[in-house]
């Protein structure tokens, strides 16, 4: 398991951008998949988007796709989340999470990823 923490939430207007980051510790991101979720009062966790060890590759869920931009450092070994065009429908708590999966089915999954961060808000008004 990795320690994660997030930074970089707040609030913005409609139309405006916010760039996350999930810093890593206790594991290599070269050897490890960071996944970005978020959770909306009253509703289920939703996969945002991940960026897999395996290759670099770069997963989006469909209501972020040209949006969001998931890249990753590994010097600093930190994922970013750059969001820009933000809806109010993207308010919610996000959280990044570190995994093994690299699959297509296993980086949308919650369940295939063994460490989380604590969240960081990001309030989009219209």
């Known amino acids: 398991q990795a320690q994660l923490e997030e930074s970089g939430g707040g609030s913005v207007q409609t139309g405006g951008s916010l760039r996350l980051s999930c810093a890593a510790s206790?594991?290599?991101?070269?050897?490890?998949?960071l996944g970005w979720f978020r959770q909306a009062p009253g509703k289920d966790r939703e996969f945002i988007a991940a960026?897999?060890?395996?290759?670099?590759?770069?997963f989006y869920a469909d209501s972020v796709k040209g949006r969001f931009t998931v890249s990753r450092d590994i010097a600093t070994n930190t994922v970013y989340l750059q969001m820009n065009d933000l809806k109010p429908e993207d308010t919610a708590i996000y959280y990044c999470?570190?995994?093994?999966?690299?699959?297509?089915?296993?980086?949308?999954?919650?369940?295939?990823?063994?460490?989380w961060g604590r969240g960081t808000q990001v309030t989009v008004s219209s």
């Open positions: 206790g594991r290599t991101l070269s050897t490890y998949t």
């Open positions: 960026f897999s060890w395996r290759g670099g590759s770069t």
């Open positions: 999470a570190g995994g093994l999966g690299h699959t297509t089915i296993t980086v949308k999954a919650p369940k295939a990823y063994d460490s």
